[in-house]
């Protein structure tokens, strides 16, 4: 059962364009997302995070957004660099159940064209 | 100030083996959690440790354990190797037991023969 869903294994963008990767839950209990980028051969990066009590966190080119009532949230880049290409992994948690286990989806790799 | 350090980086392993990983957390970082990455399935939350104690646990059977030392180094262990059990292994530190932000060593890959 994912808990957590990509449903875009991958996706192609050029170089400048807005790329949008996006990520349902099914959890209501989840109320901290986080995305991650993952180079080959490297651990996964931080990148942005969110909590539920907010539906928009912005850290320069990169933008989430959530829509709870969805149980959607989305990671913006603009503009896209070709140093962004990377496998984007969203995250939640439940905090308030004092967990702090994340529960990952599957990736979605992110080719900026030049 | 150095990262989450992996060892060893790779490992050939046969079926029914068992083989132990180890993890360096950051200096100062007294959480640490392992996850399975597998193609399809993305990162799979193994179990969580804080202050030698097992925090959390995700849904894998007994073969995969764990342990974290008083340095907050941590080790986990898998016996009885299956083919299934072939994946990238990651660990991921964090301040302490409430900090939402993980910081992800570069993962042990495992192949099991």
């Known amino acids: 059962d994912q808990q957590v869903k990509q449903n875009s294994p991958s996706l192609s963008v050029q170089e400048g364009r807005i790329s949008i990767l996006n990520c349902d839950y099914t959890n209501s209990m989840f109320d901290y997302f986080l995305w991650y980028k993952k180079y080959p051969a490297e651990g996964p990066t931080f990148l942005i995070s969110?909590?539920?009590?907010?539906d928009k966190n912005e850290d320069g080119r990169f933008t989430v957004f959530l829509n709870k009532s969805a149980k959607h949230l989305s990671l913006h880049i603009v503009p896209s660099q070709p140093g962004d290409s990377a496998v984007y992994f969203c995250?939640?948690?439940?905090?308030?159940?004092?967990?702090?286990?994340?529960?990952f989806g599957t990736g979605t790799r992110l080719k900026v064209l030049a | 100030k150095a990262g989450v350090t992996q060892t060893p980086r790779y490992l050939i392993k046969t079926r029914g083996q068992q083989v132990t990983l180890s993890c360096s957390p950051i200096?100062?970082?007294?959480?640490v959690s392992w996850y399975q990455q597998t193609p399809g399935q993305g990162l799979q939350f193994l179990f969580e440790y804080f202050s030698e104690t097992q925090r959390n646990k995700g849904n894998f059977p007994g073969r995969f354990s764990g342990r974290q030392f008083s340095n907050s180094r941590s080790e986990m262990n898998v016996s009885t190797l299956e083919l299934g059990d072939s994946a990238l292994y990651l660990c991921?530190?964090?301040?302490?037991?409430?900090?939402?932000?993980?910081?992800f060593g570069p993962g042990t890959r495992l192949t099991v023969t």
């Open positions: 995250a939640a948690s439940a905090t308030t159940s004092g967990t702090y286990k994340y529960i």
């Open positions: 969110i909590s539920s009590i907010k």
């Open positions: 200096s100062g970082h007294r959480s």
């Open positions: 991921a530190s964090s301040l302490d037991a409430k900090s939402y932000e993980q910081y």
